[in-house]
């Protein structure tokens, strides 16, 4: 989809807002946006349903869940 390469200092969500910019008007289809812990926030949730119009979901992991 896009990529954005950064400082090491650049927080992860500062530089999702680089990519969701990139993304505009680019790929008309999707409906929502997965991603992890990292990316909460209202602002990148606000970006991204503002600019791409879909809905972001942070989804995180309980200690209890276990992958097979």
Do not use: W
């Not at 992860?12 to 008007?25: F, N, Q």
């Not at 970006?47 to 119009?53: A, D, E, I, S, Y």
């Amino acid at each position: 989809m896009c990529v954005v390469v950064t400082a090491a200092n650049v927080h992860d969500s500062v530089a999702a807002e680089l990519v969701i910019k990139r993304m505009v008007g680019r790929f008309p289809r999707p409906k929502k946006i997965l991603a992890d812990g990292g990316y909460t926030g209202e602002r990148l949730s606000g970006l991204v349903k503002t600019q791409l119009g879909v809905e972001l979901e942070v989804v995180t992991r309980s200690d209890e869940a276990k992958f097979k």
